[in-house]
């Protein structure tokens, strides 16, 4: 079975800093999806990066950049020049890559204050 | 733009009351899925479907039913609502054959079971 995990259940950094948001999966699947959600404070939850196993480049989506390391499980995510918007709590997910199956696992989060 | 409404943003309901969850989605999805949010716990999966009037348990479908009649509504039963059934109720779909595989959320129900 597979499992996600968030190692940091909350953190808080300076407006216009960069942060770091960590996630270790396990599997034994070979190709699959990793995700991470975005949830506001009584908003939707909002898909942020996407990343393929299969595909060896870093997912970026402008100001958000992952750091995925598949030997090592590892898929991290950079907010760059953080903004007070960006205080949400953020979740990480894996999906197989397999027809039809579009579960999705969830890390139980980490919740990320952007002080001004 | 995909779009996943639920029927309530909040709701109150009181132990024993027999409780509907609505689901919309507007993009002719096939999958659709419930999980309940808590904090500490992350979403967990309660059940999802592949297809209309198919449905398959997830992690934690104890307490739980739900119902699929038109492939763009999946409604979610709590047949004899309980206080340990408090919690934010959110609602995805997602499609198999599209390229960008993700699922897509609505904004959320939170219940209170008093």
């Known amino acids: 079975a597979q499992t996600v995990t968030q190692s940091q259940p909350e953190m808080s950094v300076q407006e216009a800093e960069t942060v770091t948001l960590s996630c270790t999966y396990d599997t034994s699947e070979s190709n699959y999806y990793l995700f991470w959600y975005k949830q506001p404070p009584s908003r939707q939850m909002i898909l942020v990066i996407r990343q393929e196993a299969y595909k060896q480049q870093n997912a970026t989506e402008n100001r958000f950049s992952v750091n995925f390391q598949k030997a090592a499980k590892s898929f991290s995510l950079k907010i760059s020049d953080s903004q007070l918007g960006d205080t949400a709590m953020y979740f990480c997910a894996f999906m197989k890559h397999a027809p039809g199956d579009d579960k999705i696992i969830f890390g139980k989060g980490t919740r990320l204050h952007i002080l001004p | 733009d995909v779009k996943v409404t639920q029927s309530s943003r909040y709701l109150v309901k009181r132990t024993g009351e027999k409780v509907f969850l609505e689901c919309v989605q507007d993009m002719d999805h096939e999958n659709m899925f419930w999980y309940r949010q808590d904090p500490g716990l992350g979403l967990r999966l309660i059940y999802f479907s592949y297809d209309v009037k198919m449905k398959e348990k997830g992690d934690i479908p104890e307490g739980y039913s739900v119902s699929r009649e038109k492939k763009e509504r999946f409604s979610l039963i709590l047949e004899s609502a309980s206080t340990n059934q408090t919690s934010m109720y959110l609602c995805?779909?997602?499609?198999?054959?599209?390229?960008?595989?993700?699922?897509?959320f609505g904004p959320g129900t939170r219940l209170l079971v008093l």
């Open positions: 995805a779909s997602s499609t198999p054959a599209g390229a960008e595989k993700t699922q897509y």
